[in-house]
Each structure stands twice: as structure tokens, then as C-alpha cells.
DNA sequence: AGTGAAACGACCGTAGA
DNA sequence: TCTACGGTCGTTTCACT
């Protein structure tokens, strides 16, 4: 069991090397043309722009603006450690649904739920962990403030 | 500093209302027209495609294709705490260098840096934490698996 | 599922307020 | 920095394979 956004992926849809091929141009440059694309991986620009829609439909892939919070006044980011003793989905999901919460999941290991949250400043982040710690359930956080980001991708699963 | 290479606001760029109204557009749909979007925040066509260059030229934005490891037959997702005591940039840089690592970063806590890994199966992640273990300065791995995710956004900063 | 062709719409450079 | 406009290229639909 575990989350899927809107659809799977149908019975008779593999991801072959095309679409695997397509998906790398696509991660290169989001508003790339469908024609370039398809004389890079060797199709039509019709074909490329079907396998395009089917692979955004079926959730596998996704098209976005992604920004750098940084650069929009978004100065205070850390990530969240929590342990937390019952109802680990209701909790997480609850944590989730917290705006300045940009990332949550429950993990196996000494935290049971990692949340990656995105402050303006450090009042903002103490009242976020205080909002966190406040959540039935929840019973310790530790803080991780990020320093220096090294490196974040999103080609995942194409290299 | 009067030039920067390829990154970095320069001086007399603010990020106003419109520009994160256009960056807004494109986090629904990063393949959205300039016509469209100009329409929804009320500019010219020319005017939003200079934002929006000015916007990725300068690193604020960029628009890609986000995939979902899971439906690519990436099923071991961890994030790795990691204690190290020397030369933290250069241990991490050496981590973030490793292609199954998709996230990487400095922090204050009891870790010090943390990295995201993507993996085929368990024996890819055990060589992997191997690995990474013996690089020199490094300390020692927290391994927290990936059990189910809950929220993943990209839209940070235009809340 | 893929191709090809024609109508349509988007994009890009340039010029100008 | 924005608008306006024309040439070019990309996208869309449809008939066909």
C-alpha cells in the first residue's frame, strides 16, 4: 500500500526506452518542443506529444516551474526529525497538510517521519516546530536547519 | 561584484507580485503559452517570455520534468543522516558526485549532512551506504527508508 | 501506435513608446 | 520594461497506414 497521486500506470503501459528517452529531454528543458524531441529520440512530433500526454496522465511524470526559495525571501529551511507513537499516517497527513511543509514522509529508522519545511525567518520556523510538536501524537522533533545545499535533482530514475 | 556567471538576482531585480503571479502559472502547468499566462496576469506575450527568461537565466525558476521514482522501477528511496568531521563541503560535494544521490545538503543538528538516495532494489542501497561510508571523513550513515510519501511540492516561496 | 499534411496558434526578433 | 507586428516554427486535427 502506498500513495498514488491520481492514476497508475494502465495494464498494457510499459515505460520503454523511448519514453525513458523522451523523459530525459524533457527533464533538460521542461518547455523543450515536441518536434526537437522527436528528432532527438528518433519519432514524430505527434507520437512524442501522445507518449508525452500519457505519461503526465498517468502521474509518471510531471511538468513544473521549480523554484528557488532562496531567491524568493524563503531564507530558513530545515528538516524536521519525528518520532511519533500511534495513527503514523493520520499524523503525517495532518503535518502535511501544513502550507510551509514541502516535503513529508514516513520513514523506518530512529525517526518515523521526516518533514522538509520552508520558512521567511527563524520566527516563522520556531512556530511551525511548536505547531508540529502541539499535533497529537506527535512525541519529540529535532531540527535540521539546512546550511549549504550541494546538490537537488529531479531526474530520477532515467540516469 | 558586478557580474555573475550564469546565477544570482542581479541588482535591480526584484521579484514583484506579477512575477511570482507568472511563476505561479507555470507551477500549475510549466508547459502553459506566454499567451495564456499573459492573459491570466495581464501582460504581452513578450513581456511575460522576458520575465520568464530573466527568471531561469537567473536561477529563481526552472521548469523541468519531475518523474516518480516508483513507477520507474526506482523502489528504495532512503534519506541518509550522516556525521562527518572534517571538510564538510568536500565530503559532501563527494556525496552529492554519486549519481544515485538525488538530494544533498549541509546542516546543523545531529547530522551533518543529509542525502537523498534513489535505488533499484536493497542491494543497491547496501553497496551504495558502503560507499559512502568510506569516504574519508566520514564518520557514520543513519539510514531512514522510505515507507510512504505523503506530500511532495515544488511550489516553495509563492504560497 | 505511428505517419504525413494543412490550418491554426504560439514563439521570436525587431522596432518603438 | 512594456507593447506591437510580421516571419517562422511548433502544435493540432484528421485521414491514413
Redesign the pocket.
Given at each position: 500500500m502506498t500513495s498514488q497521486p491520481a492514476s497508475g500506470p494502465g495494464p498494457?503501459?510499459a515505460i520503454d526506452a523511448?519514453s525513458k528517452a523522451i523523459i530525459e529531454q524533457l527533464q533538460e528543458d521542461g518547455?523543450?518542443?515536441?518536434?526537437?524531441?522527436?528528432k532527438a529520440v528518433?519519432?514524430?512530433?505527434?507520437?512524442?506529444?501522445?507518449?508525452v500526454q500519457?505519461l503526465t496522465d498517468s502521474g509518471v511524470m510531471q511538468i513544473v516551474a521549480v523554484t528557488d526559495p532562496m531567491q524568493l525571501g524563503f531564507s530558513r529551511q530545515a528538516m524536521l526529525g519525528i518520532k511519533a507513537d500511534a495513527g503514523l499516517l493520520a499524523v503525517s497527513d495532518e503535518i502535511a497538510a501544513i502550507p510551509q511543509v514541502s516535503y513529508c514522509l514516513v520513514t523506518a529508522g530512529s525517526f518515523d517521519i521526516l518533514a522538509e519545511v520552508v520558512c521567511e525567518n527563524d520566527d516563522d520556523l520556531m512556530l511551525l516546530v511548536g505547531r508540529i510538536r502541539s499535533i497529537p501524537g506527535v512525541r519529540s522533533t529535532e531540527t535540521f536547519m539546512y546550511l549549504s545545499l550541494r546538490k537537488q535533482e529531479y531526474n530520477w530514475g532515467t540516469r
Open positions: 498494457g503501459s523511448v518547455r523543450r518542443s515536441y518536434a526537437a524531441i522527436g528518433g519519432l514524430s512530433e505527434a507520437a512524442v506529444r501522445q507518449r500519457k
